[in-house]
């Protein structure tokens, strides 16, 4: 999942990842989705949890890409 390759401007480490919207989009949308499994087990109210939480991982489309440092914790954008 390494889209790029790029120096930190911060002190020029190449020790960088890149949190694209691939990312986010997993995140919501394997969170929402295990909510909804326990909604239709265990307790309703979670269903709609889910659901909202699967709409968020659509919008997390929007996002920003976000370079960071793993040396300094500098982050930027692309
Ligand atoms: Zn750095």
Do not use: E
Not at 1 to 26: A, E
Not at 49 to 76: E, L, Q, T, Y
Request: aromatic share 16%.
């Amino acid at each position: 999942m390494v889209d790029s390759w790029q120096t930190c401007p911060s002190c020029k480490s190449k020790n960088v990842i890149t949190r694209g919207k691939r990312f986010y989009f997993l995140l919501f949308f394997g969170l929402g989705g295990v909510l909804m499994w326990i909604g239709l087990m265990i307790y309703w109210p979670l269903l709609i949890a889910g659901f909202i939480v699967i709409i968020i991982s659509m919008f997390s489309f929007m996002m920003p890409r976000v370079n960071r440092c793993r040396d300094c914790g500098h982050k930027w954008k692309p």
